[in-house]
């Protein structure tokens, strides 16, 4: 009997085990200290400053080539960030060889104004799978436009407004041998916007397929 219950245990981890997909990444650089290599700019260029230096640093962290040099296959990086830095994600997807990953990334910025450094931490980074499967999920988000989107600097001015210290999103992307970024400040609270009302469900979309959970926003 006592040999009929370890056994039974042991079939239950093992079961387990083979059913999770997430799995930890290692990663040896989590804390990284960055200086934003702008000086005498315009707000607009202090801010994708930050932006900038904030993904180059992440790529190292992640140990990820930059996009444009990727060789054939997909790859999609979504970055959702907040005003404060404190509870940023991104999520990282790849295909090569027909074989789709993707990588969930927590992670927090502290800015130092006065030196104009930043402290990257990533706090916690995952690989895991789509709760439907690969080709319903890439075959969603080509349907909300993901790879066609322009961003919001093709948005007329004065339709979409924001505030300095606004949120927002960043998705680079190449694929099918395109390869460009684009981005949009707080999508949410632009949902007349058809273009801006897409990007939320596109995050929507990827927090219930990751179980990803604040990735996505709240109304639609």
């Known amino acids: 009997m006592f040999l009929k219950s370890v056994w039974f245990c042991f079939f239950i981890t093992l079961l387990s085990s ?3 997909d997430e799995k930890e990444l290692d990663i040896k650089n989590k804390l990284v200290k960055r ?4 000086r005498d700019s315009t707000l607009n260029e202090y801010v994708n400053a930050v932006g900038k230096t904030i993904k180059e640093s992440l790529k ?10 990727y060789q054939p296959g997909c790859h999609i990086r979504i970055y959702k960030y907040t005003p404060f830095g ?6 990282v997807i790849d295909s090569s060889n027909s074989r789709w990953t993707a990588k969930l990334v927590w992670y927090s910025v502290d800015r130092n104004f006065i030196g104009d450094t930043l402290e990257i931490l990533i706090n916690k980074a995952i690989t895991k799978n789509p709760r439907s ?9 080509r349907e909300l436009d993901i790879m066609r989107l322009p961003g919001s600097d093709s948005i007329p001015r004065g339709s979409y407004s924001v ?16 390869s460009r970024s684009y981005n949009y400040a707080e999508p949410d609270g632009h949902l007349e916007i058809p273009d801006a009302k897409k990007i939320v469900q596109i995050f929507n979309l990827l927090e219930q397929e990751f179980s990803f959970r604040g990735f996505g926003y709240l109304t639609e």
Request: charged share 25%; net charge negative; with cysteine.
């Open 133 to 141: 499967s690969w080709a319903q999920l890439m075959k969603k988000l």
């Open 60 to 69: 190292f962290q992640l140990q990820l080539q930059s996009i444009e040099k």
């Open 35 to 38: 200086k934003v290599l702008v």
């Open 18 to 20: 083979c059913n999770s």
């Open 163 to 178: 505030s300095t210290d606004a949120g927002g999103v960043d998705i680079e992307f190449a694929c099918d041998g395109v």
């Open 86 to 91: 404190n509870d940023e994600k991104m999520i």
